[in-house]
């Protein structure tokens, strides 16, 4: 595996060119390096680039059209120079787990402002190329670009063939497992200051659309709102350095992938309570907050990036690959999206595609993954080229079975290129393996690691049962590698999901959320677990004495099993012990005092339990008391309102606002809580509340709800709210005494780390 912390950069001559490459070392494999390829244009059979440049020209304006293909190569002299300088040095292959390769280019608008573009294509991963002693996929991939204009096309003439030659760039982003250098990383993402900034932007809501767009939104999200954040203890590593600079990248694409993750799931799980073709609301609130910590030596997916600037052509090669032509090209890319056919059991794809000018037959094997289907395009009566076409492929399967996809009739202009990943050839593959986890028996220590696999394929009509494949994996080690291979009975988009329990040494156990992680081909499972301390702190008073406090520590994403902790200090020369556990590193969770009592002037004093407590430090004061309040949104009706926004806060003596906290509600949030400290032992507390019910698109106006007053720790929105109700002073929020019958089922979810309980109907409520 390759050992991250040994990068290094090698320069040297070859046939009259320098070069510089990177070289990384095996953390397990004395004398085994590894060298990082670079992207260069293809070289066909023919001797000549697999690239070319059409302009054409209708009588009215001229266009283009631009077709090449990059693979990922050792530079000429590479291995010679590598086992120079370690002599005995044996050229180890990259095993790709996946990746993306980008065409960066621009051209001036109408109005003469350049513009930049980014294009993505999928590269193979099957390893085809010899490298030294070993076989590595040539990341081979395609672009087929449209050029809207002259200026367009002359951009791309000066970029290949003119005094602007070697501006055009593609980079390479690969992943692969690799172990971390001797660095520190803590990567985490705060939902509630994502939401917070999209309150203030006003993001539009229907920004979540292809896989292109969306990754590129959540990346500027991510550097716009500052919901990221990274902290990197660099040890003996220079942060300015290369590898320094390698370790920031990497640590970025981490949390932009691991936001990413969140958002699919989030959006998967939405998108199941909403009827087939209507849309949803997507928020950043709904997407869970999470903290991820890595440490030296542990097994990363690493972003490999490799770029290069495209150079220029000889005026040789330039006369075969540009063309001027009176006829625009029906051009179209076909591509495999991060799938290795062997591993999931197809020999090939045969592609069969039909034009009004002509019909072609391509192949996509795990050596060519990519196939342009060109041919001049038909000619309209209009004189506008008809650029419909459509396909079909057959899949062949390793066991000689085929199947046969449904024919797809489309336009080159909407879809200029296709591609199909293991959902559209029915069939899934993915392996899992920990990393980092400190197997053994003991406080701390994981006995073994059971990861429950789901998969559910969605039956595509009413005749048809839905498919659901489990499997249970059990894991003792850190270097197992278990992969899941199937066929589906039909081909899908739904991604699967894993749930990971972990059996501690102690014989307690902790299971994750599950986790949707877009189909990802290699899955690693990291130690989420760490050392987690809390401490009590009592604020003594006079005539105050054994003071007992019991606490529990919830949860609300994951389910752990922490022992509970119970204080009791019969003085104030007693001193509290630290509850520690393990458990993980969830920015959501919290301690749950459960009950507390004291003696005050000879008195037991108990004060309102349950309260949860915003951080580590659990204060217990004789003249003050915590007082949390429940917030459900679990019965609005989502049908007719959009969102409910809410804030809670107590009023001072003198009538002002204090202790003010705001929510937002929309469907799919559960409930809050808010913990109130006030003067006094309580065991009643009147606190206030406004909110606003906005309307779901063509559902009405918003109705704003005045200064409300709340003396119970429960708040049950109500499913709706009427303007007649507030003119009427009608009650807005539900009695739980009076609807206790009604309302048992609802009130069993308010406490998090308690099970639901079914219900046969729910209530509703004008």
Not at 30 to 54: A, C, E, K, M, R
Not at 250 to 275: C, D, E, F, H
Not at 468 to 489: A, E, G
């Amino acid at each position: 595996m390759i050992d991250l912390s040994t990068s290094q950069l090698i320069t040297y001559t070859y046939n009259g060119s320098s070069y510089s490459i990177q070289v990384y070392k095996d953390n397990l494999k004395d004398g085994v390096y590894y060298i990082l390829p670079q992207p260069i244009i293809q070289i066909g059979n023919t001797g000549l680039p697999s690239f070319s440049l059409t302009s054409f020209n209708n009588g009215q304006e001229t266009t283009g059209q631009c077709n090449f293909t990059t693979v990922l190569q050792t530079p000429p002299g590479a291995v010679g120079a590598v086992q120079e300088k370690f002599p005995g040095a044996i050229i180890g292959a990259w095993e790709w787990s996946g990746g993306s390769a980008w065409f960066n280019y621009q051209y001036p608008d109408e109005q003469g402002a350049m513009q930049a573009f980014s294009t993505v294509a999928w590269p193979s991963l099957q390893p085809t190329t010899t490298i030294g002693q070993a076989a590595q996929s040539s990341g081979q991939a395609s672009w087929s670009v449209s050029l809207p204009s002259q200026a367009a096309v002359q951009a791309f003439v000066n970029a290949f063939n003119g005094p602007n030659a070697g501006v055009f760039s593609v980079e390479y982003q690969m992943q692969v497992p690799g172990s971390l250098p001797g660095v520190d990383v803590t990567i985490s993402f705060d939902s509630q200051t994502a939401y917070q900034f999209e309150q203030t932007i006003k993001v539009d809501k229907n920004i979540w659309g292809s896989v292109t767009k969306e990754t590129v939104t959540i990346n500027q999200y991510l550097k716009q709102s500052q919901a990221g954040t990274i902290n990197i203890v660099w040890g003996a590593i220079d942060p300015d350095s290369s590898q320094g600079q390698q370790i920031t990248n990497w640590a970025n694409q981490t949390l932009q992938n691991q936001v990413q993750a969140s958002v699919n799931q989030t959006m998967a799980m939405m998108s199941q309570n909403v009827p087939a073709g209507q849309d949803y609301t997507f928020s950043m609130n709904q997407v869970s907050s999470f903290s991820t910590h890595y440490v030296q030596n542990q097994v990363v997916i690493w972003v490999a990036q490799s770029a290069t600037q495209l150079p220029g052509f000889t005026p040789a090669v330039w006369a075969e690959v540009f063309r001027t032509v009176d006829t625009r090209p029906l051009t179209v890319v076909f591509a495999l999206e991060n799938t290795n056919l062997s591993v999931v059991g197809i020999s090939g794809v045969m592609l069969y595609v039909s034009s009004p000018s002509g019909n072609d037959i391509g192949t996509l094997t795990d050596a060519s993954s990519n196939w342009i289907f060109s041919r001049p395009a038909a000619v309209s009566p209009s004189g506008a080229p008809n650029l419909n076409y459509s396909y079909y492929y057959v899949v062949q399967y390793v066991s000689g079975q085929s199947w046969q996809s449904p024919s797809v009739a489309t336009n080159a202009l909407t879809t200029p290129a296709v591609t199909i990943n293991a959902g559209d050839l029915k069939a899934l593959a993915v392996s899992f393996q920990c990393t980092n986890i400190p197997f053994g028996l003991g406080a701390g220590k994981v006995d073994y690691v059971e990861v429950d696999f789901t998969f559910v394929n969605p039956a595509s009509d009413t005749q048809t049962d839905p498919q659901t494949v489990t499997q249970v994996l059990t894991f003792r080690d850190n270097q197992t590698v278990t992969p899941i291979q199937f066929f589906t009975y039909l081909p899908y988009t739904t991604p699967y999901q894993y749930a990971v329990k972990y059996i501690m040494g102690d014989g307690t156990a902790i299971t994750m959320a599950p986790t949707t992680p877009d189909n990802a081909n290699r899955v690693l499972i990291n130690s989420p677990l760490t050392p987690q301390t809390v401490m009590l702190y009592v604020e003594w008073s006079n005539g105050m004495s054994n003071v007992g406090v019991s606490a529990r520590w919830v949860d609300p994403n994951n389910d752990v099993s922490a022992p509970s902790k119970t204080w009791y200090l019969p003085s104030s020369s007693a001193q509290p012990a630290d509850w520690e556990f393990t458990a993980p590193n969830n920015p959501a969770a919290y301690p749950q005092i459960t009950s507390q009592q004291m003696v005050i002037n000879g008195k037991i004093v108990r004060p309102n339990t349950p309260w949860n407590n915003d951080g580590v430090f659990i204060g217990v004061s004789g003249t003050q008391t915590s007082y949390t309040v429940i917030i459900d949104p679990s019965l609005v009706d989502w049908n007719i309102w959009r969102m409910v926004s809410l804030n809670a806060y107590l009023i001072d003596s003198r009538g002002g606002l204090e202790q003010m906290q705001s929510y937002s509600f929309i469907k799919g949030t559960g409930p809050k809580f808010r913990t109130f400290l006030v003067d006094g032992i309580k065991t009643q507390l009147d606190w206030y509340y406004t909110m606003s019910y906005i309307p779901a698109p063509g559902m009405g106006q918003t109705i704003n709800v005045p200064q409300t007053l709340c003396q119970y720790n429960t708040l049950i929105l109500s499913s709706t709210v009427t303007t007649r109700a507030l003119y009427t002073n009608q009650q807005l929020h539900l009695d739980p005494d009076v609807a206790a019958p009604t309302l048992a089922a609802a009130h069993k979810r308010l406490w998090p780390g308690l099970a639901t309980l079914p219900e046969a109907e729910p209530a509703t409520f004008a």
